[in-house]
């Protein structure tokens, strides 16, 4: 089945331009997420790193769909743009909440840039195996 079939989308602009609206309402959902998850962990009491779970399956959930709206290649940037919005506005978000926030309070830019690089591997490769599990289903 050839990609407009499978999606429904007539053309490059039309698929260009559900993966741009795609990507920045996975970026919002992620960061309400981030939100949620803080003022959960501050009133619940729970560590704020098992919410980590909850973004890795937005990142594949969010994946799967790009994929199965344009293709894999597509799914990659979607996760990453995820993985981006996390690292950068959902952890600035979280830090001025609380629970995100490092021992100490300081924060270097070599030790921000390390929990970045890892957050967006991190959405990569639940990407690729959301988009690879979407496309075998």
């Known amino acids: ?20 609206i795609l990507s920045l309402a996975v970026a919002a959902f992620v960061v309400i997420y981030d939100i949620a998850a803080c003022l959960a962990s501050r009133s619940l009491g729970f560590n ?22 344009a293709a894999f290649e597509q799914a990659l940037p979607a996760g990453a743009v995820a993985g981006i919005a996390d690292a950068t506005l959902g952890w600035w978000i979280s830090w001025k909440i609380g629970p995100g926030r490092m021992a100490g309070g300081a924060l270097s830019l070599s030790e921000w840039f390390k929990g970045a690089s890892t957050a967006v591997g991190m959405a990569m490769a639940c990407a690729a195996a959301g988009a690879w599990l979407a496309l075998k289903i």
């Open 1 to 20: 089945m050839t990609l407009p079939e499978r999606s429904g989308l007539t053309s490059p602009n039309d698929i260009a331009m559900s993966m741009i």
């Open 48 to 69: 704020y790193a098992y919410a980590s779970f909850g973004s890795l399956i937005i990142y594949a959930g969010s994946s799967a769909i790009a994929a199965k709206v």
